[in-house]
């Protein structure tokens, strides 16, 4: 199921649930609790009062009030103190915790701030290492769009292998790919104008195209002749790889309605990212990448960042979406599994 980085303010987010920093005692304090108690107002900590506050590790559950999210997942983090002291056994408790608590309230999707890594000194890096493997875990079993919501745009992954390997892919191939689409559209569009001004469609028809009376048409055949669509083709690259569709849509990120939706719908056409995240599920290579972009009206442009990336992964046989949507994320691009996306 989906997880995804974003950037914003938590309190601003329309999900059934999102989850508060707090402390021990339950009862407000600065950071992202702060903000979350001032944007629900007074009758949350009217609320929080009557739970005799929470466990480091632990969580706890209110009602949402004046947030757009129907409720608060209260819980506390440990507080870092050089990683000796079960930090981050307690930190991961706090994402399954709150997870668990999501699961029993029935929520469909969840935020979470980055816990810990402000007023408790937890390292950002450890902290969005232990966010992501937790929440990726528990999200594999259970229908739940997750975001990890990052205050102010803060980098995480640069550092990466990966990241290292796509920058010097986009250095190099992003400007000379860039140019040679802009001289060549460039050329092939002074080309058709200068083919249109020499040629006078209104009293020279263009001779190719006779003109077809609907009944010459023979519309089974054409039909037929139409390539099998993204569903179909989807479908017979899941059966090819001998894979279940859940363990698909899962390596993909998608939502498993989203899927329910494409496998329904013959006609279906999915954004490219979501094509893209089938092709990483799926160990596509370029070539057939290409192919299944292609049943969905798509093709590889050498002038986009998103699809230099993919391609540098793929190339690099990087199939692992969690790892490619960190670089999309630190490059401030759409992620595969989104819901933007669709
Ligand atoms: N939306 C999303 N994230 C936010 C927001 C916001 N509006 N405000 C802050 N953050 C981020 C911070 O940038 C940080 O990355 O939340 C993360 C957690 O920082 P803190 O709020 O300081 O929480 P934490 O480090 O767990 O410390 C908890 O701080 O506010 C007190 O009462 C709280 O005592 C508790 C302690």
């Known amino acids: 199921m989906p997880f995804e980085i974003v950037n914003g303010d938590i309190t601003k987010l329309n999900v059934d649930a999102i989850v508060n920093a707090a402390n ?20 949350l900590l009217k609320e929080c009062m009557t739970l005799g506050g929470c466990e480091t590790g632990q969580a706890k559950i209110t009602k949402g009030y004046n947030l757009p999210a129907k409720y608060v997942i209260h819980t506390v983090g440990p507080i870092w103190q050089g990683g000796k002291a079960n930090e981050p056994e307690l930190l991961a408790s706090c994402y399954t915790n709150s997870l668990k608590l999501a699961t029993q309230y029935e929520c469909e999707t969840v935020a979470f701030p980055l816990i810990s890594s402000g007023a408790y000194g937890y390292p ?15 999200i594999r079993e259970h229908d739940m769009h997750v975001f990890l919501v990052i205050f102010g745009h803060e980098s995480f992954f640069r550092n990466k292998p990966l990241y290292q390997t796509v920058q010097e892919y986009i250095e190099k191939h992003y400007n000379e790919f860039a140019a040679e689409a802009i001289c060549e559209g460039n050329s092939r569009y002074y080309a058709e ?23 010459d048409v ?12 993204f569903s179909q083709t989807l479908q017979d690259m899941i059966a090819a790889r ?10 993909a990120q998608i939502d498993k309605r989203l899927f329910s939706k494409i496998k329904s719908d ?16 799926l160990h596509l290579n370029l070539k057939e990448t290409e192919a299944l972009l ?11 960042k998103f699809d ?5 992964c793929i190339g690099n046989r990087i199939y692992n979406v969690g790892q490619i949507n960190e670089v999309l994320y630190e490059y401030d691009l759409p992620q595969m599994g989104s819901v933007a996306n669709e």
């Open 308 to 312: 230099l990336i993919l391609r540098c």
């Open 218 to 229: 023979d519309w089974e055949e054409v039909i037929n002749q139409t390539d099998k669509g």
């Open 124 to 138: 950002k890096m450890d902290a969005m290492e232990i966010a992501g493997e937790t929440i990726k875990e528990y």
């Open 242 to 251: 001998g894979i279940k569709d859940s363990k698909c849509y899962n390596d």
């Open 24 to 43: 021990n005692t339950l009862l407000g304090g600065g950071g992202v609790d702060g903000a979350i108690h001032r944007a629900a107002g007074p009758e």
């Open 266 to 281: 013959p006609q279906y056409r999915p954004s490219k990212p979501t094509v893209f995240a089938f092709a990483i599920a």
């Open 294 to 304: 292609e049943t969905a009206g798509y093709s590889i442009s050498n002038s986009s």
């Open 193 to 215: 104008t200068r083919r249109r001004r020499e040629w006078d469609f209104e009293n020279h028809p263009p001779l190719e195209s006779k003109k077809l009376s609907i009944e």
